[in-house]
């Protein structure tokens, strides 16, 4: 396990993310110290309730177990949406899709004007919501209502955190978005950054210039006009997962004639589009579009639509980008938000002529809210002695003495384990996946995000199409339609990808173009169907142990990469404990683990 920090001199922050994959961040010091995801403990997909694990295990194993050392606590939540939620639903973890649908019925805007007075109904409650944001002035009725309200929630929270109220703030939940990608980036530098979602806070969308140590937001979008909501309303009107399934939209999107995806597009743009004022802009409410989508989309084919909603998304988000850096002739790009999770954007935003910079989010759903919301608080104190991250290893640790205690505690004659030094367990694994043999490892410091990034991954060999069927059929259950990705030796990168730009890529969270040596190579770890690929470079700082892994299969192969897919099963969180992993390889066809410095075999495969 980790070693408890002292934290001397009471510069501790903590964030916490209610909502969708409920959250906790550490910050100490001008460091992000850790990030867990509720789901990883409480093994519930997409949790959502307050993160009870996650922050125990951080107060625990950090700061001595005393919320005395917290500086400060940062919630999401200025509009008190979700405490209207939490308080009548209860705090406690649940699956986000019973948040999600009992917000659809339209909850936020009745609770909106519960405690804003406003009888003309029409968007005010939410305008004067969000005056604030801007720093514009507001009524004095309005003002004082809303404090009551404000102090009401935060002495809740005090009960439900067990934490003194003076110390938790609610912070603004794209302003958190707009400050996340900083602390990836040089603070001296000047950033124009877009903010996507579908929504937070009553916002769907943000711009905002980050200069000198200032951020200034220069343009909001209200909820109504949500592209977020659009694309996750046509990932429901298909028959999937709102707000979980929308990447296998995205996947889905390039097997469809584009004569048929421009077709479906033209849907869309006739009701969402960019106004006068260069923002998101629709008559109609895009939370509640349902009998727009069935008169309009039914008896379409699948693939036809998921083009369509995907064309439109790239189509009017570049539209978007490249008016707002043609007004202010910022050139360096950062964006954050959930809508900046779907990768092929990424990559045509990418693209643009009047874009020299990209720097994407990474995991950048709500998730990453923690980042923005702890270095924003630090900044606010007046500390500048700020430490950027750089590798996502930030999560729980298991060592060689748990193991080998799990090891001898649990019935375990099923498999074959070996304790192996790190150069012996690079060679042998890449024997192992030289010979298509499919290893899980779970190893180190949990990945904070979406991305499976080496240490909570299975590895197979990228060169053979054959490991894509064992994969789908006995391990992951896949949509047939869905890619798979690389883990890229960093040095050698340049061999696989087209990337003009010099983009910098280790997080799994950009697309590009193949090269032909990665069409050969990889193939089975690149997109089937329009051979754009999601690569993973691996430092060897950052990650030695699976460096090295990477490193031998080179030398027995000449390709410098590994497919590289996230330990669960389908619909199952990433695997966090050495005992979900056992656990998962028992459920599956998995046949190896590496658990630490321990290799599993199954011996009765």
């Excluded at 922050?13 to 910050?27: D, E, P, S």
């Excluded at 948040?99 to 939410?126: E, G, Q, V």
Aim: proline share 3%; glycine share 6%; with cysteine.
């Amino acid at each position: 396990m980790q070693l408890i920090e002292q934290n001397s001199n009471n510069k501790a922050i903590l964030a916490i993310h209610f909502g969708h994959n409920a959250t906790v961040g550490l910050f100490i010091n001008g460091q992000m110290k850790s990030i867990l995801s509720e789901e990883r403990i409480n093994r519930i997909k997409n949790s959502t309730g307050f993160p009870e694990k996650s922050f125990k295990y951080l107060i625990d194993n950090y700061l001595n177990g005393n919320t005395e050392n917290i500086a400060q606590i940062i919630i999401f939540d200025d509009s008190l949406f979700g405490y209207q939620y939490f308080k009548k639903y209860g705090f406690d973890s649940k699956q986000y899709s019973e948040y999600y649908c009992y917000t659809r019925k339209h909850f936020i805007d009745n609770i909106s004007n519960s405690f804003i007075k406003d009888t003309k109904r029409k968007l005010r409650p939410i305008k004067n919501s969000f005056q604030h944001f801007l720093g514009l002035s507001n009524s004095q009725k309005l003002k004082i209502n809303y404090n009551k309200q404000k102090n009401i929630a935060i002495a809740e929270y005090s009960r439900v955190i067990g934490v003194k109220k003076e110390k938790i703030s609610l912070y603004e939940h794209h302003k958190s978005h707009a400050f996340s990608p900083l602390l990836f980036n040089d603070l001296n530098s000047k950033y124009i950054i877009f903010t996507l979602d579908a929504e937070g806070d009553g916002l769907c969308a943000s711009v905002n210039i980050w200069d000198n140590g200032h951020l200034e937001t220069i343009a909001i979008t209200d909820r109504k006009h949500s592209l977020g909501y659009l694309y996750s309303e046509v990932t429901g009107y298909l028959g999937m997962k709102v707000n979980e399934h929308e990447y296998k939209v995205m996947g889905m999107a390039p097997y469809a004639d584009p004569k048929n995806g421009e077709r479906i597009c033209e849907i869309f743009r006739k009701i969402l589009w960019l106004n006068d004022s260069d923002n998101f802009y629709s008559e109609l409410s895009m939370m509640n579009i349902s009998e727009y989508l069935i008169r309009n989309l039914i008896y379409e084919r699948f693939d036809h639509i998921c083009a369509g909603i995907q064309q439109f998304t790239e189509e009017i988000v570049c539209d978007w980008i490249q008016r707002w850096v043609r007004k202010t002739e910022i050139k360096n790009i950062l964006l954050s938000g959930g809508v900046f999770m779907n990768v092929k954007l990424s990559k045509k935003v990418s693209e643009l002529d009047n874009v020299n910079k990209l720097f994407v989010m990474p995991s950048s759903g709500d998730e990453s809210l923690v980042i923005g919301g702890c270095l924003m608080s630090y900044l606010n104190m007046g500390y500048k002695d700020i430490i950027p991250i750089s590798n996502l290893y930030l999560g729980r640790e298991f060592d060689d003495n748990y193991i080998e205690n799990l090891i001898y505690s649990s019935d375990l004659e099923r498999y074959r384990i070996e304790k192996l030094s790190s150069d012996l367990m690079a060679k042998k694994v890449s024997e192992l996946l030289f010979h298509n043999k499919i290893v899980a490892r779970c190893v180190g410091k949990e990945e904070w995000g979406a991305r499976a990034l080496g240490n909570r991954s299975i590895l197979c060999n990228p060169s053979n199409l054959i490991n894509l069927n064992v994969l789908n059929q006995k391990i992951k259950n896949r949509d047939f339609w869905m890619p798979f990705t690389p883990s890229i030796l960093y040095e050698d990168l340049q061999l696989y990808i087209e990337n003009p730009k010099n983009i910098f890529s280790p997080y799994m969270c950009i697309t590009f173009d193949s090269t032909t040596k990665a069409k050969k190579e990889l193939q089975a770890a690149i997109h089937p169907k329009d051979f754009s690929v999601r690569p993973q470079g691996v430092i060897k700082e950052w990650n030695p142990g699976y460096y090295m892994i990477l490193e031998e299969f080179k030398k027995l192969t000449g390709i410098s990469g590994v497919l590289n897919t996230s330990f669960n099963l389908h619909g199952e969180p990433v695997v966090g404990s050495p005992e979900d992993a056992i656990s998962t390889v028992d459920r599956s066809g998995l046949e190896y683990l590496i658990l630490g410095s321990f290799l599993f075999e199954k011996i009765n495969k």
